[in-house]
C-alpha cells in the first residue's frame, strides 16, 4: 500500500498564496473520498478540505472563500489552492486518502505564513 505523497508547501508571507499537491497511486474510484488535514503545534488534526464524488467539496469555516480543493483523474491528483494566507493557517498539511475501511495518510508537508 503506497502512501500519498503530498508537496508544495514551504514559507510565504501573510497574504500569500501556495498551490498544494498530492498524488496517489491509485485512480479515484466513485467511492474515494480525498481530503487536506492540518495539524498545527500543540493541536488537533484538523479537517480542512473534502473531495468526493457522491458528496462534492467541503471546507472548514477558517478556510471557506480563501482556500480550494480540485482534483485531476488522470494525474491521480489532489490540489489544495491556498490564497490569502494568514499566520493561524501556520501547519504541517496531510493527504488523506479514503477508500472505504482502507485509509491513508500521507507524509505531510509544512506550510508557513509568516506576519
Known amino acids: 500500500q503506497v502512501p500519498p505523497v503530498e508537496s508544495g508547501g514551504g514559507l510565504v508571507q501573510a497574504g500569500g498564496s501556495l498551490i498544494l499537491s498530492c498524488v496517489v497511486s491509485?485512480?479515484?474510484?466513485?467511492?474515494?473520498?480525498m481530503g487536506w488535514y492540518r495539524q498545527a503545534p500543540g493541536k488537533q488534526r484538523e479537517l480542512v478540505a473534502q473531495?468526493?464524488?457522491?458528496?462534492?467539496?467541503r471546507y472548514a469555516d477558517a478556510v471557506k472563500g480563501r482556500f480550494t480543493i480540485s482534483r485531476d483523474r488522470a494525474e491521480r491528483t489532489v490540489y489544495l489552492e491556498m490564497t490569502s494566507l494568514k499566520p493561524e493557517d501556520t501547519a504541517v498539511y496531510y493527504c488523506?486518502?479514503?477508500?472505504?475501511?482502507?485509509?491513508?495518510w500521507g507524509q505531510g508537508t509544512q506550510v508557513t505564513v509568516s506576519s
Open positions: 488523506k486518502e479514503s477508500r472505504g475501511s482502507y485509509i491513508y
Open positions: 491509485r485512480s479515484f474510484l466513485s467511492s474515494t473520498v
Open positions: 473531495i468526493a464524488s457522491a458528496t462534492g467539496t
